[in-house]
């Protein structure tokens, strides 16, 4: 949502920013230099402590919003967004790239004015949550090349956790194990780890504090004390390997080799991505090798999205006078 923020900005617009505490979330928002209000934490993976989650953080940010005079609210997949803003009155506007996360969008879809996703996942799919055709909006390419659009890797990053550009550097994000639409642990896992470990000099970014633990416990890996400048790592890394869905992608919109780790359903995007030869679905550990590659010739490949369209999508209609 980055550039998202500035383009309003840009058009006067202020921009109040919520964040969960999860993960790095708050590091990142910092980072970033997001100004923002730390609003509720993850209640856990099961269904019922996710219930809990939506309700209390739904209510919190009600509460803080009560009050103030707001035009619109925008979330990535945030449930806690859109359910606040209809309590409220506030017309939101919701946008996802992965459309199996059932629970969610019954919620996001059905609550929210605006749905923008992108244009490789086929309506029919967002229909049963309620994403028809007056609310969806669709864009071409992935979301990771609007929000990289301005992006240049820093050359520090690497340095600062001690890696060596000229030696391979391999990326690795663990499995979302919290997440309900991630139910299988992939047991090429560890595998893959220590293969990795013998190739190349192997920065892991784990998801909670047991996996950051079990990490240093096996010792021979790298691993972020804090949220680090990962879109950086990513470009000058030689491979990535990753779980989830928006590391991957964005190495696919920084031009990294990457493979994916997912074991649930497959989305849209990810089908594509699979289909043009630019996101591999890992299948043996013993497949998978770092080589040094040529970051330049990726780095001038790159599409670049402009964010001011993924802005319009999300804001326009909901914001009279605004374009979209």
Known sequence: MRPVIRALEGRGAQVLVTARDFAQTLGLCERLG???????????????????????????????????????????????????AKLLGIPSATTFDYEWAKVQHNV??????????????????????????????????????????????????????????????????????????????????????????????VVVLPRTPEQRAELAAAGGFVVPERAVDAQSLIAFADLVVSAGGTMNREAVALGTPVWTTFEGRLGAVDERLIAEGRLRRLASADGVTVAKRDGAAASRARVRRDPELFCDLLIGGLIRGVRG
Do not use: M
Request: with cysteine; charged share 30%.
């Open 34 to 84: 997001i100004e923002h209000e730390a609003i509720g934490r993850h209640r856990g993976g099961r269904l019922a402590a996710k219930g809990v989650g939506l309700a209390s953080r739904s209510l919190a940010l009600a509460r803080w919003a009560r009050g103030r005079r707001f035009d619109a609210a925008l979330g990535h997949g945030s449930n806690d967004v859109t359910v606040a």
């Open 108 to 201: 996001n879809c059905r609550l929210a004015r605006r749905v923008v996703v992108p244009d490789a996942i086929p309506p029919e799919r967002l229909a049963p949550y309620g994403a028809d055709a007056r609310k969806l909006r669709r864009y071409p390419g992935l979301k990771e090349e609007y929000y990289l659009a301005d992006f240049e890797p820093d050359a520090a990053a690497p340095a600062e956790l001690g890696l060596d550009t000229a030696a391979p550097i391999a990326v690795v994000r663990t499995p979302p194990a919290v997440s309900l639409y991630h139910r299988f642990e992939h047991p090429l896992f560890a595998r893959l780890l220590e293969r990795l470990r013998e190739q190349a000099q």
